[in-house]
């Protein structure tokens, strides 16, 4: 009894806050980290290090990493997504990225790349609603120096 009563209470509420809202939730930043990701190449496996707080390729040749970005649907009103990737580099190294997003069915919608060579990053790029379906998916494929000359943090995906 006390858990359907709580489950009530809580439909109620919500939608008390979409009525309130005129049926809009304003969207709040989803953060996933670089441990995330895995390498791009099954054969790369033993070249990739996790950290608590990142990844990094302990090859001596650049390696490429795949990323899976869980996210909400686009709100209402929302014509794009902005997605932030963080990292750092090594002096005289570069890592770079390419976002990409699909339907449903795995039809390429679009993409945006990235790419940096400063000691820390934050870099942002934008994808329109249009190529953010809502059973749509987007990943992302960073590659990282060799001999652990650079670190990918994560990403940020803000609404």
């Known amino acids: 009894m006390r858990s359907t009563f709580m489950k009530l209470t809580s439909a109620m509420s919500l939608g008390a ?3 309130i ?4 939730i304003s969207a709040t930043p989803l953060s996933v980290s670089g441990t995330i ?3 791009f190449n099954a054969s790369e ?18 390696r490429t990493l795949i990323c899976a970005l ?6 209402n009103g929302f014509n794009s997504l902005s997605f932030t990737f963080s990292g750092s580099n090594n002096a005289g190294f570069n890592s770079f990225g390419t976002l990409s997003s ?4 795995g ?4 993409s945006a790349n990235f790419s940096s060579a400063a000691a820390s990053y934050l870099i942002t790029v934008t994808l329109p609603a ?8 987007t990943a992302v494929n960073v590659t990282l120096p060799g001999n652990g000359n650079g670190v990918y943090r994560g990403t940020t995906i803000n609404m």
């Open 130 to 137: 249009a190529q953010l379906p809502t059973l749509g998916f």
């Open 45 to 62: 496996a033993l070249d990739i290090d996790y950290f608590t707080f990142g990844v990094r390729n302990i090859n001596a040749n650049q």
């Open 102 to 105: 699909f339907n449903q069915s």
């Open 37 to 39: 990701c895995q390498n």
């Open 107 to 110: 039809s390429f919608l679009g």
């Open 70 to 75: 869980p996210r909400q649907p686009v709100p």
């Open 21 to 24: 809202s005129g049926g809009e």
């Open 17 to 19: 806050i979409l009525l």
